[in-house]
């Protein structure tokens, strides 16, 4: 009797079902599956994210196309009919515009920001943090120094005058749409230096490990050996940080776009939708501030919860 020959893409099949069921059996999803806080607080930001994704296809109204606007839905309550007999389940604004379209394409606006000056500010703290860390000497003091000096200040400040410089050098006729890449580069700069410390402690004590000495005597170039080596041996950190950092991105643009210096008003975010609320809060007209503040802190919370889980969960010390 003969046997039926195997297909070639069967030890890959069996390969990728091993390495699935490795994971599965992981530390780290061991500790998801028994932290309830972890799964309510996953839930919810996949939540907030598919309906700031979704927005133009799921979103009740278009809240910025003024052909849809009507003066006659302004300050229409929660839950119920406008004066044109428009229903909206959170209610509208003093332009008539849909609360709850406004917080989908607002979080839109604030998830972009965040995520764009966190990977920026990941990318630019963790090359410094390399660099410093395995070339040490003059390289390692002014990167550390001028690291130092940042952090002595608040984040806040930092970006509120790197924003202001940058706003000053860009054409009026161009700021408009130039101010959302200047948030991001104002935010992504005040926040590279927590990278940078992390990475280059970290770096430091991986240089003196045994593969990395052996790749220096095969004459393997320096900058091959932090991208291959050193690099995925310190991302563990470097990923706890960038959680937790989306999150006060979040927050930080939301306060710069409350104090009028963020995005245009075309382009309102979660901190814009705040500013605008507050001004009718004593008024009687509670829903236009406190919906978009229940999504902003939401989100936070939520993206903050898991940055605290992974750290407990890359912590061999906690296991």
């Known amino acids: 009797m003969t046997d039926l020959p195997h297909s070639p893409e069967q030890p890959v099949v069996a390969a990728k079902t091993s390495r699935w069921r490795t994971f599965l ?122 690291a130092d000096v940042q952090l002595s200040f608040p984040a806040i400040l930092i970006a509120l005058l790197i924003f202001g410089v940058a706003r000053g050098l860009i054409p009026p006729n161009q700021q408009e749409g130039a101010a959302i890449w200047v948030l991001i580069l104002a935010i992504g700069l005040a926040n590279w230096a927590q990278f940078a410390r992390t990475v280059r402690g970290a770096t430091m004590v991986e240089r003196q490990k045994d593969y990395v000495s052996a790749a220096r005597i095969l004459g393997v170039n320096p900058f091959i050996i932090l991208l291959r080596h050193v690099l995925p041996n310190v991302m563990g950190p470097v990923l706890v940080i960038g959680t937790i950092g989306l999150a006060l991105a979040i927050i930080e643009e939301a306060t710069l776009s409350y104090l009028g210096v963020g995005v245009p008003p075309t382009q309102p975010s979660l901190g814009t939708l705040i500013r605008i609320g507050q001004q009718f809060l004593f008024s009687g007209e509670w829903w236009i501030l406190l919906f978009p503040a229940v999504t902003l802190v939401l989100l936070a919370l939520s993206v903050n919860l898991l940055g605290d889980w992974l750290r407990d969960a890359l912590n061999p010390k906690l296991r």
């Open 25 to 146: 059996k992981s530390d780290i999803v061991w500790s998801y599956r028994h932290s309830p806080v972890t799964i309510v607080a996953s839930i919810v930001a996949l939540v907030l994210i598919l309906m700031a994704v979704l927005a133009p296809w799921i979103a009740p109204y278009n809240p910025f196309n003024p052909a849809t606007l009507n003066l006659m839905d302004g300050f229409t309550p929660p839950n119920s009919n406008s004066f044109a007999g428009r229903y909206f389940i959170l209610g509208t604004d003093n332009q008539g515009r849909d609360v709850l379209s406004t917080i989908m394409y607002g979080s839109r606006v604030s998830l972009f920001v965040g995520f764009s000056a966190t990977l920026f500010a990941m990318v630019m703290g963790v090359g410094l943090g390399l660099v410093a860390g395995y070339l040490g000497g003059i390289w390692d003091a002014v990167i550390m120094r001028v």
